[in-house]
Structures are given as C-alpha cells and as structure tokens.
T-cell receptor
Framework: NAGVTQTPKFQVLKTGQSMTLQCAQDMNHNSMYWYRQDPGMGLRLIYYSASEGTTDKGEVPNGYNVSRLNKREFSLRLESAAPSQTSVYFCASSEVGGTANYGYTFGSGTRLTVV | KNQVEQSPQSLIILEGKNCTLQCNYTVSPFSNLRWYKQDTGRGPVSLTIMTFSENTKSNGRYTATLDADTKQSSLHITASQLSDSASYIC????????????FGAGTRLAVHP
C-alpha cells in the first residue's frame, strides 16, 4: 500500500541546472497533480493531469514542464533551475470526479534547494 | 479572489487539553471543505471532507464544523496527544472544470507534555 511515491526526497541544484522529479501512484487514480509549498503560504498547483494523455497548467506553471508517462506516473521537469524554485514539491493523485468528494493522496514531498 | 485564511498561525497547548483551529474562506462557488494534517517532512493527510449541506464531521478526536452561511469552519481537537503536533491545513474546493483546491497556509500546533 505505497500510495504516492516521489523521488528524490532531497535535491540541491545549481542555478541553470535541470532535473526531473518523479511521481508514481499505485491506486489506479486517473488524476495527478504537482504542487509546491513555500513557507507561510498554502500549497499552489503547478500542473495537473486530469487523465492519462492530458496535462494542463495550474496556478504557477512558469519554469516547469510535465509529462504524464502512463496512468501511474507523472513527472515534473525543471529545465533551467532558478533560486525562486527552491521549495518543497508534492505530487498528489485522486479519482476522477469533477465536483465529487473524492480524496486526494499526497506523496511525502521533494525538498529542492537551488543555489 | 478565492482565499482561505487560517488562525492562529501557531499554537502551543499541553497534552490532554482541547483546542480549536479556525478557517475563513472566500471561495465561490463552493464545493466542499477539507481539513488535512501535515506532519513535519511528510505530505498532507486527509482528516475530514464536508459538503455544503454538512455542518459537522468527526474523525476520532478530530471534529470539523462548517457554517456555509458565514463561510467559516473550525477543527476541534479533543484530549490532545503529543502525536497531534503537526500543521493543520484547511482546503476549500471551488466548483470548476477540475475541482480546484485552494489551500490555507496552515496552523502549526505543538503539543507539549
């Protein structure tokens, strides 16, 4: 019962470097999400995938790209990291349901520092 | 603008005591309201979900209330335990094409022995 698995847990990048954050879920959920959490602020949506084969921008998509590799996996890529992208990144998944009261399951997070 | 405000920002209580956390929101159109617990270094874990028609929901020692008219919610923790030390996040869902979630900044609770 792994739920949502994120890798890596910690990462330090230099400005301008690129990296991919990996996320996989084993609950057969259709929808997957990437959020960032910054001190003193609520989680903000970066990108989401309502179903396999679709991706859409969230509230703060600039500087990021995503790939929904298959139903289980949803990756987040930073092409040229900037210090402003220092944050904790959470992947989440949920069942499909427009306004239904479906639950979200979150991963444990990736703590990224860009120096 | 859709917003979720939580108070207090932080709270310290003694083990065994009760406490109440507050959440005010200006989200429209409203779909549902969720409370999450987030332990340090972990992802949020759902405690309760309430729709417009529900005004209370319990999960063990956690009881959430919702007043949709005043757009306020509270989370009451009874007989606190050391393991309750965490951040508690209020999340309001807005009716939209993808069920948009608006997160509060959280209340950081510390339970001391």
């Amino acid at each position: 019962n792994a739920g949502v698995t994120q890798t890596p847990k910690f990462q330090v990048l230099k400005t301008g470097q690129s990296m991919t954050l990996q996320c996989a879920q084993d609950m057969n959920h259709n929808s997957m999400y990437w959020y960032r959490q910054d001190p003193g602020m609520g989680l903000r949506l970066i990108y989401y995938s309502a179903s396999e084969g679709t991706t859409d921008k969230g509230e703060v998509p600039n500087g990021y790209n995503v790939s929904r590799l298959n139903k289980r996996e949803f990756s987040l890529r930073l092409e040229s990291a900037a210090p402003s992208q220092t944050s904790v990144y959470f992947c989440a998944s949920s069942e499909v349901g427009g306004t239904a009261n479906y639950g979200y399951t979150f991963g444990s997070g990736t703590r990224l520092t860009v120096v | 603008k859709n917003q979720v405000e939580q108070s207090p920002q932080s709270l310290i209580i003694l083990e065994g005591k009760n406490c109440t956390l507050q959440c005010n929101y200006t989200v429209s159109p409203f779909s549902n309201l969720r409370w999450y617990k987030q332990d340090t270094g972990r992802g949020p874990v759902s405690l309760t979900i309430m729709t417009f028609s529900e005004n209370t929901k319990s999960n063990g020692r956690y009881t959430a209330t919702l007043d949709a008219d005043t757009k306020q919610s509270s989370l009451h923790i009874t007989a606190s335990q050391l393991s309750d030390s965490a951040s508690y996040i209020c999340v309001v869902s807005a009716l939209s094409g993808y069920n948009k979630l608006i997160f509060g900044a959280g209340t950081r609770l510390a339970v001391h022995p």
